[in-house]
């Protein structure tokens, strides 16, 4: 009886115990597009590769998706929000600081800086369909992660940023339709 009674405390300690571990949660670095985004904590701080805060990963609520899936998604849905996060010199094409490499037709652009301070003009697309862009996918995954946290309900971030499309795409014909390159 006594043997019985140890291996049935023991069994509800490890129960106890397992229980508590699996119901930690999980932090993660605010999503930057760098590598630092996959590696997870135990608890809040900053991320020491990109100085980001780190999140709950639980707070994570959109999908990385890659430039065939925008041209699919762009296809099927007419009045889908394409929201460009870039400065307003890298989405018109006028500087010369960085390099501009284009813009999608139609596209909303707002400054990742100044998305707090113009969240009210989005507020309009907060149910619908948004796919946001940068040039890197440094920017755009904060934004997007900023979006989510802030009501927007289907959001999704486009991988690898608008440097990437012509390499990883090249001349696909989706792309060229919707999409404006800027002259160096």
């Known amino acids: 009886m006594k043997y019985f009674v140890t291996i049935i405390a023991l069994g509800l300690w490890w ?5 508590q ?3 930690k949660e999980v932090y993660i670095c605010t999503p930057c ?16 590769a990109c100085g980001m805060a780190l999140v709950k990963k639980s707070t994570i609520h959109f999908e990385n998706i890659d430039f065939s899936e925008m041209c699919r998604r762009v296809n099927a849905n007419k009045n889908i929000v394409l929201l460009d996060v870039r ?15 284009g813009h999608f037709k ?3 652009n707002v400054n990742v800086n100044d998305l707090t301070s113009r969240i009210d003009e989005l507020k309009k697309y907060a149910n619908d369909e948004i ?7 440094h920017r755009s995954p904060r934004a997007t992660y900023f979006l989510t946290n802030n009501g927007f309900k289907n959001v999704a ?5 608008v440097s990437i499309m012509k390499q990883e795409f090249g001349d696909n014909a989706c792309l060229k339709e919707i999409y404006v390159e800027h002259e160096y």
């Open 157 to 161: 971030n486009v991988s690898g940023g």
């Open 33 to 48: 597009g760098y590598d630092c985004d996959l590696a997870e904590h135990t608890g809040p701080g900053q991320c020491s």
């Open 15 to 19: 129960f106890a115990s397992y229980a």
């Open 131 to 137: 796919i946001v862009y940068c040039s890197h996918s």
């Open 106 to 108: 139609k596209a909303i």
């Open 87 to 101: 400065s307003p010199g890298e989405f018109s094409g006028e500087t010369r600081e960085v390099p501009s490499f």
């Open 21 to 23: 571990s699996s119901t």
